[in-house]
Structures are given as structure tokens and as C-alpha cells.
């Protein structure tokens, strides 16, 4: 698969009718355009999302997800591109999702995709794609769930998701990902700032990476102390996070990273974490997902004679808000 471009903007819904079972098996075999128009679909959010969740849940469950998150410096392009290329080299099929800032213009990726990752354009095993967050909290964008089992359906093996790396995107990116990839940097005081920010916690593989600067030895230490101190991987069978050295312009450490992600994967499936938390995943989708349909209809009812009636009961002290919302949330 070759790279293709970021979505049209959300101004473009629904401007062709579309033939998402078709959408779907060709994707399947692996097509480019057919995957590009089907993220475009779930990233629009027009009248055929629903349609294509639906034709995509009975397919995938394959791909290792890996997300990776950091401070904006700590090299998580160039890691990224280096990673892709060590697991071509083992025969896998790749996918590239590339969270970035939105363009207050135009609602699309301020980074495009063949900006990123030249080495690997026209390797039919790679597919990249940039996604917006369009505003969203935290920098991973709503439909990255979505874009993800597009690119599982399609065939890939590993998917990575590279964030933005600021407000709550590690976070965000540990409740999509099978396998959460936190990277820092030497020198920039990243080790006690990961434990006293709890990203610890959320870290199933720790890269510092830059090794090869002043300051590297420390931070290593500073995370496995941190990690012993927390205790999480006490517990048998408990997963305990490893740190890897890279320097990833160099491709230095990269192999010993795609090692751990594959060890990590291998946990997964022997010890029935990764089927939680394929559970758990689920869940929080459902919970979005109504979530949005509360408050389109809240956005329906919002200055209609029915909550005005509620309003003027609240003033006239014959109710209080608790009991009127909740007959607002009956009607709904």
C-alpha cells in the first residue's frame, strides 16, 4: 500500500453516495484508495459511518496497535520511520497513523504524509496516513478508533500511532493501544518528570531515546529506580516495562525495540491482558459513541418550549434542576 492523503474536511460530508461493502473487500485485499476512502469516511463523520463500523466489526483483531507519545523533541518521527523500516525487515505489514495539530484553516493535518517517512513511499507494505485532532482534548483525534481497524482489516500487522505527545495524549493513546511506547529524552529531566507524572503507570515499553547524549546513563536509572519503586511489576507474571536505548537517526536500538514490542505482544496473548483490554476498549467506544448522540440531542432540545417549560418551573419553585433534568433525560 502507498501513502495517500490526509481527509477532506468535515465541509465535504457525505458528496457521493458510496459502496462501503465494496469499500470494505477491497480494502481487505489490501488496496490503498479503497482504505484512504474508507478513514476519510470515519474521519468526516458523514451519513455512511455508522454503515462502515458496521461492515468493519466482523473483520480484523489482528494488528498490534503501538502507540507512541513523548515530548514534542524527543525524536518520535524519526523514531517512528525507523521502527517501520526494522519491521518491513521482518516480513511485517506496517500502518502509520500520524495524530497531528489541525490547521485552523483548512481542518486538516498541518504535517502531510509524504512529509513524513520518505524512506519507506512506495513500499506497498507501508501504509501512512495523517489524521487531524481537529480540537479534540489531549491530541488524538476522535475517529483514530476507527482509522485503526481500517488498517487492521486491511492486512497490517503493527499499527503505530504516533501523538502529538502533549496535554493528555499519553493517556489517550494507552486507552487505544495494545502496546503504549513512551519515549524521552536525556537532559531534559524526563525521568523524574515521567514518574512524578504518572506516565509510568501507562508505559509498557520506556525508550530513551538520543542516547548518545550527555546525561543518558542517569535517565535510565532514574526510570528503572522509578519503576521499582512503583512496584507494578511485582505481581506474577506482571509485565515490568523495559527502557531501551536508541539513537534513532542512526537506527541504534531499534531492533532491541522491535524486540520488546514483539515480547509485549507475546504477554499479551499468554496472560489475557490483551483480551481486557480489547474489552475495555470496547467499552469506552460504546460510552463515546453515546455520549456524542446525548449531545446532539441535547443540542436539538437546547431552546425548545419543552426545556423552557422545565425552566420556568425551576423559577416558579414547583421543581428543582436535579428533578427537571431528569425528566429532560427521559424525553431524550
Given at each position: ?27 481487505r485485499d489490501g488496496e490503498a484508495r479503497a482504505v484512504a476512502r474508507l478513514i476519510s469516511l470515519v ?222 505482544r507475546a504477554w499479551l496473548a499468554s496472560s489475557g491482558e490483551g ?58
Open positions: 500500500m502507498t501513502p495517500e492523503g490526509p481527509a477532506s474536511p468535515p465541509g465535504r460530508r457525505g458528496r457521493d453516495p458510496v459502496d462501503v461493502a465494496d469499500l470494505v473487500a477491497r480494502a474521519e468526516d463523520a458523514g451519513p455512511a459511518l455508522p454503515e462502515v463500523a458496521a461492515a468493519l466489526a466482523p473483520h480484523g483483531g489482528r494488528a498490534q496497535v503501538v502507540g507512541l507519545t513523548g515530548a514534542p523533541g524527543v525524536g518520535k518521527s524519526t523514531t517512528t520511520t525507523a521502527l517501520v523500516g526494522v519491521l518491513r525487515g521482518r516480513g511485517l505489514r506496517v500502518g502509520v497513523l500520524a495524530v497531528d495539530p489541525s490547521s485552523p484553516f483548512s481542518g486538516g493535518a498541518l504535517l502531510g504524509d509524504r512529509v513524513r517517512m520518505q524512506d519507506h513511499a512506495g513500499d506497498d507494505g507501508v501504509y501512512i496516513r495523517s489524521m487531524a485532532t481537529r480540537g479534540h482534548l489531549g491530541g488524538l483525534a476522535w475517529a483514530t478508533p476507527q482509522a485503526l481497524r481500517v488498517l487492521d482489516v486491511a492486512g497490517c500487522d503493527v499499527v503505530l500511532v504516533e501523538t502529538v505527545g502533549v496535554g493528555q495524549s499519553e493517556l489517550e493513546v494507552a486507552s487505544l493501544a495494545d502496546t503504549t511506547l513512551v519515549l524521552l529524552a536525556p537532559g531534559m529531566g524526563d525521568g523524574i518528570q515521567a514518574a512524578k507524572a504518572g506516565i509510568l503507570e501507562v508505559a509498557d515499553v520506556l525508550v530513551v531515546n538520543k542516547a548518545d547524549r550527555e546525561g543518558a546513563d542517569r535517565t535510565v536509572r532514574d526510570l528503572r529506580s522509578a519503576l521499582a519503586l512503583g512496584g507494578r511489576h511485582e505481581a506474577p507474571g506482571a509485565w515490568c516495562p523495559p527502557v531501551v536505548r536508541t539513537v534513532a537517526t542512526a537506527g541504534t536500538g531499534v531492533e532491541d525495540l522491535a524486540r520488546a514490542l514483539a515480547e509485549h483480551d481486557r483490554r480489547r474489552a475495555a476498549r470496547a467499552a469506552r467506544e460504546i460510552e463515546a459513541v453515546a455520549l456524542t448522540g446525548l449531545r446532539e440531542r441535547m443540542g436539538q432540545v437546547r431552546g425548545s418550549a419543552a426545556l423552557g417549560a422545565l425552566a420556568a418551573q425551576v423559577v416558579a419553585g414547583r421543581t428543582d434542576p436535579f428533578r427537571a433534568a431528569a425528566l429532560l433525560l427521559d424525553q431524550l
